[in-house]
């Protein structure tokens, strides 16, 4: 169990450590002690937009950051919050604002979408500002590489999923747009009462665990019931 | 699969289609149809949006967050350690 979580956190800093976008989180892996050192003191702090010189003096060696219990990530500070902090205190963005944010996710898409990774956990919790106030993805846990066509994996946020994953029939980077559309008009409307197209109405609620259950091609039938008895129960 | 959504009335015309189109089925979704990102960049509701200002960080941002006195510190300090960092190399 254990070892599987290291893969999954191992495959997520790889991929990490491909990219290089100005809104896309950065992570930084020292070669020299020295530069440890200054990227810890500096609190992990490191200017995005002008990190483009920074491979000269920092290349990939896998096991710096990595000991018997722990793998640390190494990345550039966010200090500005997240943009849900932002939306709870506004309570609505102009469509100006949500056009902004919004310009910054797509550019992050096209970047990735260039490299046929799909990001799949678009939320405004993933978005955090930096301290000039523009807005970096994070979170790259769930992102995949979808270069030998389709993926079949279930995973996402709920009230974010595009119907493709739900039917289970794969899918693949397109899973985003959708995420981008759900987003656009959650900014836009916090503040009525139909906010998210598609809200869940709790995380835990059985009657929308029930209908990703029973939607998944894989369980069968006996299972299924199963399923749908525990989520009855409680 | 079959879902339904309300589109609120302050929408303005060009978010509604576009909202619209994203929230459509797999095959005809802007960004995954022909033309892939760009349509959505070039879509209405973009129109005369300063996308490299964007990605050169130079237009206004909408909220500037406001700063504790740690974060001013350490960008301070990141801000040293790269000057002496240049000095070295």
Redesign the interface.
């Known amino acids: 169990m254990e070892n599987t979580a290291q893969e999954k956190l191992i495959t997520e800093y790889r991929l990490m450590l491909e990219l290089s976008h100005?809104f896309i989180v950065q992570c930084f892996q020292g070669k020299h002690f020295?530069?440890h050192v200054?990227l810890t003191?500096?609190?992990l702090?490191?200017?995005l937009?002008r990190s483009h010189w920074y491979p000269?003096?920092l290349t990939l060696l896998a096991e710096a950051f990595q000991c018997k219990k722990y793998i640390y990530f190494l990345m550039g500070?966010l200090?500005?919050?997240e943009v849900l902090d932002?939306l709870d205190e506004h309570k609505k963005?102009s469509?100006?604002?949500s056009?902004?944010?919004c310009?910054?996710v797509?550019?992050v898409?096209?970047y990735l979408?260039q490299q046929k990774i799909a990001y799949r956990d678009l939320k405004p919790e993933n978005l955090v500002?930096d301290?000039?106030?523009?807005c970096v993805v994070v979170d790259f846990g769930l992102a995949k590489r979808c270069d030998r066509g389709k993926t079949w994996t279930m995973c996402g946020t709920p009230d974010y999923l595009?119907?493709?994953i739900?039917?289970g029939k794969g899918?693949?980077?397109?899973v985003?747009?959708?995420a981008?559309?759900?987003k656009?008009?959650y900014w836009?409307?916090h503040f009525?009462v139909?906010f998210q197209?598609?809200l869940t109405p709790c995380y835990t609620s059985a009657s929308w665990s029930q209908c990703l259950f029973m939607?998944l091609p894989t369980v069968t039938h006996l299972s299924m019931t199963m399923i749908q008895q525990k989520l009855q129960r409680k | 699969?079959k879902?339904t959504?309300?589109?609120?009335d302050?929408?303005?015309r060009a978010?509604i289609d576009?909202?619209?189109?994203?929230?459509s089925?797999?095959a005809q979704?802007?960004?995954?149809t022909q033309g892939?990102?760009r349509k959505?960049?070039k879509h209405a509701?973009?129109e005369g949006?300063n996308?490299q200002g964007?990605?050169d960080?130079e237009?206004k941002?909408?909220?500037?967050?406001k700063?504790?006195n740690?974060?001013k510190v350490?960008?301070f300090?990141?801000g040293m350690?790269t000057l002496?960092?240049f000095y070295?190399?």
């Open positions: 100005p020295l530069v200054m003191l500096s609190s702090y490191s200017n937009s000269i003096w500070l200090p500005g919050g932002l963005f469509e100006d604002w056009r902004f944010y310009g910054a797509v550019l898409f096209e979408h500002l301290e000039e106030g523009y595009a119907p493709e739900i039917t899918h693949d980077w397109g985003d747009y959708w981008l559309g759900g656009a008009q836009s409307l009525v139909c197209p598609f939607s | 699969m879902g959504y309300d589109i609120p302050n929408f303005s978010l576009l909202v619209s189109r994203l929230l089925p797999q979704r802007l960004g995954r892939g990102v959505i960049r509701w973009f949006f996308w964007l990605l960080r237009i941002v909408p909220h500037v967050p700063l504790g740690l974060e350490s960008i300090v990141h350690l002496w960092s070295l190399t």
